[in-house]
């Protein structure tokens, strides 16, 4: 049973209640069901507000353009490229502007294996609830706000957190409020109450982009840091037979601002990182003496450890140096209910409201062109 404080009308008006209280213009709920979260917005906000429903099945479009004869209804499957394409209320408000955009998208796997997404960089398969988001935010990039109903599990699973990351550089995306469990009757899912909205970005007088302060390197230019998250489970290093191979770093090997590394760890070289890097914990706080510069063979790093270096090498200094002064704020970002850990979209934020320009980039391999530098406006110089 549904606790009737968590009725769809409570959690609709929960949904409105995130948006601006100024807000008027265009309203889009792109899976809009029997339209509970538009009618949230028609209470909150009335003749303010022009509605745009979308569904994908064709019986809930077709009661709902009998009983809501002033929005703009029509069908679609969101997640398929062709629909959106010849979807006219999708298309129509690409072309116009969407003033705000509320969602409760669908949650579950149908077929298990994820949805591929191609967005600012990432390229990957993600849960159907963020590849909704995804092709939102690629689809309406002007949108004012995404108000939405999400899984919890969204912003911690591995298969969508890279997603969240590259989503985090350019819009500040907040968890509002978690919502009891089985708050909806269809889902069995923890959810949260979830606002993204454009990165904090002004205009400046020529009209173009600006953003925060910028870190600038030597010759005034944005510094690129990519980030590079350890990925070798402890429980599946090497043992002191191994006479080859790369040493593996954990957070134990950072010790008084040095790395002390035990040769007997050795891993295959195809997870090695080169250096220099910047290193500290992912899981448990990153403490003075755990922030460590290291610029010795590449090395293969646990997934409790992040490494991260600026594309100039000049710079490996200043950023230690950056991260040093505000461990205090940097530890402020860590999370979790047990030991503390900090996400690569909390890191990747962090980062960016300093004025660095962070891209989380593979173990190995090329290194992506990309960074928030053009996400951001930020320009070279
Ligand atoms: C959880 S309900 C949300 C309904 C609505 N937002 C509300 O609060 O009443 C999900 C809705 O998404 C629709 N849906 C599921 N997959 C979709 C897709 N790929 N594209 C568009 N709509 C979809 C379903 O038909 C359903 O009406």
């Known amino acids: 049973m549904v606790d009737k404080h968590y009725s769809p009308e409570w959690i609709a008006d929960k949904v409105a209640g995130m948006m601006p209280s100024d807000f008027s213009g265009r309203v889009f709920d792109p899976a809009a069901g029997e339209g509970a979260l538009l009618h949230g917005v028609k209470r909150r906000f009335g003749d303010r507000v022009d509605a745009f429903a979308t569904d994908i099945e064709c019986a809930t479009i077709r009661s709902l353009k009998l009983a809501e004869k002033d929005w703009h209804v029509g069908k679609i499957d969101v997640l398929n490229l062709r629909s959106r394409r010849s979807s006219i209320v999708w298309n129509d408000l690409r072309r116009l502007e969407v003033g705000a955009i509320v969602t409760n998208p669908p949650f579950s796997y149908r077929g298990g294996n994820g949805h591929e997404v191609d967005f600012a960089g990432f390229s990957g398969r993600v849960s159907p609830a963020a590849a909704f988001i995804a092709i939102l935010l690629k689809d309406f990039p002007n949108v004012g706000g995404i108000f939405a109903i999400l899984p919890a599990g969204t912003f911690s699973s591995q298969k969508d957190e890279n997603l969240w990351a590259v989503i985090g550089a350019a819009f500040d995306v907040e968890v509002i409020e978690k919502l009891p469990p089985r708050s909806f009757a269809s889902a069995a899912a923890r959810t949260v109450l979830v606002r993204m909205r454009p990165s904090t970005v002004t205009a400046n007088p020529t009209g173009a982009v600006v953003s925060l302060p910028a870190f600038r390197g030597p010759n005034n230019e944005c510094v690129c840091v990519d980030i590079v998250r350890g990925n070798v489970p402890m429980h599946s290093r090497g043992d002191a037979s191994t006479t080859s191979g790369v040493v593996l770093l954990h957070t134990t090997n950072l010790r008084d601002g040095k790395v002390v590394l035990a040769a007997q760890n050795l891993l295959p070289k195809d997870l090695a990182v080169e250096g220099p890097l910047i290193l500290f914990p992912r899981v448990g706080l990153p403490g003075n003496g755990k922030i460590v510069a290291y610029v010795g063979d590449p090395v293969d790093l646990s997934d409790c450890v992040y490494g991260i270096r600026p ?71």
């Not at 970002?333 to 004025?355: D, H, K, W």
């Open 311 to 381: 594309r100039q090498q000049e710079a490996v200094p200043l950023l230690q140096a950056f991260l040093l002064g505000s461990r205090h704020g940097l530890a402020g970002r860590y999370g979790g209910t047990g030991a503390p850990y900090l996400t690569v979209r909390s890191l990747i934020s962090f980062l960016f409201e300093n004025g660095w320009n962070p891209v989380q980039v593979p173990i190995s391999g090329a290194t992506s062109n990309i960074c928030t530098c053009s996400l951001s406006g930020r320009v070279h110089a």
